[in-house]
């Protein structure tokens, strides 16, 4: 037996992932917030403890993510767009030609060719509008965990628009539909639709060819993959566990 660990130091989220012959035995997150190292390190033993893994199993540690250079600890680094590129196309059983990922602080696109390479990449990282910070701050302003917005934004009966294409903007945009009597279903929604809308902004008139596949922490949002669909007319499919596809990336940058 033999297990790699793939550590994800993103902007928001550190994500760990154990790894041995492609299957992921044990997967932890916990935030990003300054003692990144002590963090990633007492995450690292979690799963080292969780998992019974002595030290003679454990095989290669990899690191990506914005913070990588930060973890002195790893046997290699690697940027996350590539662990991006390879973890997702696969999981995705080599189906993904596009990956929207959206992150803590920025939106990522990549067009992969038919062997997993990056053909393409533009990226969102000017603006919190459209990022995982975005629905952070509207989930403190509606007082609602994310957990519970793809199940709320279905719920909604009215489709009211958020027209703000700043966070700072769209904030008091909120806070004048909450204080007109818009419901918070009706307000995810908006919020939903409105990151759908610049994201496909992002993609540009672009069609993209075969499937399209969106991961980071927002991609658990079920209200903003279907709001993408209608925006794209184009299905969006989810893996699993989409928030931890950079970390299974960086370890299958190993093989
Ligand atoms: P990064 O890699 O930049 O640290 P992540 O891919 O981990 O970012 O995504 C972090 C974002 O994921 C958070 O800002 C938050 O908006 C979102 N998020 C985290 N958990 C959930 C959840 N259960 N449902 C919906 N969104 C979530």
Redesign the pocket.
Known sequence: MRVDIGL????????VVFVENEKILWRG?TA?VPGQEALAMGLIQKGRHNLALPEEQIGSLVAT??GKNLFAATDRQID?ISANALGLFRLSGGQARTII??????VKVLTLDEKGRVADFRMNDKCAAG??????LA?RLLDT???D??ELARRAKNHVELNSTCAVFAESEIISLLAQGVGREEIIWALNASVARRVAGILGRRQSEGAVFL???????RG?VEALEDEMLTDIHVTAE??FS?AYGAVVSLS
Request: aromatic content about 10%.
């Open positions: 994800d130091l993103g902007s928001t989220a550190i994500k997150q990003t993510g914005y996350e990922n959206i992150g803590g602080q920025d990022t995982g910070r975005f629905f952070e989930a965990p994310l957990e917005f793809g991961d980071g922490g927002p991609a658990q949002n903003l989409p928030q950079v």
